[in-house]
């Protein structure tokens, strides 16, 4: 099957620091690719839609200018967590969308702890 | 109110077991997807289905559209079954609404 990656998968940073998340999409092209957010037992939440060539659409209430995304290229997409703050501190899971099969493919997460 | 609820929300079964988790959507959806997700974090897209019924191995997703529901059957249940289970519900834009999710513990 369609196989996400996400790099890295665990990190820990200090307050104030950038943080950058790798989605790569493996053996497809992924036009479109999600950005998601999930703090402890809740439910994972979307934070912006990442379109390959074109600005990220970000959800109601998720800060453009924080979470910046950049999707260069058709299996590629960065999540930036600009100056971190220990309540950005979350488990971040990305997903493509196989524009062939219109099925989306998660990544295994990235978990920040911002201290 | 969840545009997505899931019950229950915890469950507990022996080995062996007949197991039912259960999806109801208040909005209008394009697919309604099935995820698992481990305790360490990764999920497994298990089912994205729109209609009627799909199996995969022991596991059985059921839709039923006009009454906005839809439940997901796990057969002859095993210790290793034993994780998150995540009911979505995509739009027709493909952005996804997660429940809250129905943590299974499946016991030797």
């Known amino acids: ?14 307050s104030g620091t950038s943080v950058k998340i790798e989605c790569r999409s493996l053996d ?3 036009t479109t690719m999600f950005w998601y957010r ?12 990442s379109n390959e060539g074109s600005k990220a659409t970000y959800e109601q209430g998720v800060e453009k200018d924080k979470f910046l995304i950049n999707h260069a290229s058709l299996t ?9 703050h220990p309540e950005d ?13 219109q099925t989306q493919y998660f990544g295994p997460g990235t978990r920040l702890l911002v201290l | 109110k969840n545009e997505v ?5 915890n469950l507990t079964a022996q080995e062996g077991e ?7 959507y208040s909005v209008g959806i394009s ?25 995969h191995g022991r596991l059985i997703a059921t839709i039923n559209i006009q009454e906005k529901h839809s439940s997901l059957h796990i057969t002859a249940s095993h210790p290793r079954d034993s994780a998150v289970y995540i009911c979505a519900v995509g739009s027709s834009n493909y952005k996804l609404t997660f429940g809250k999710g129905t943590l299974l513990t499946v016991n030797p």
């Open chain 2, 18 to 24: 007949f197991i039912t988790i259960n999806c109801s």
């Open chain 1, 89 to 101: 501190s979350s488990f971040y899971i990305c997903s493509a969308l196989s524009s062939g099969k």
């Open chain 1, 76 to 84: 590629l997409s960065t999540l930036t967590v600009t100056s971190a």
């Open chain 1, 28 to 30: 497809f092209q992924a």
């Open chain 1, 38 to 49: 999930q703090f402890p037992k809740q439910s994972l939440m979307l934070m912006a839609t």
């Open chain 2, 31 to 55: 697919a309604l997807h099935w995820l698992q997700q481990h305790p360490g974090g990764g999920i497994v897209s298990l089912f994205m289905l729109s209609s009627g019924k799909k199996k």
């Open chain 2, 5 to 9: 609820e899931q019950s229950p929300q």
């Open chain 1, 1 to 14: 099957g369609a196989v996400v990656s996400q790099h890295p998968s665990w990190v820990i940073c200090k």
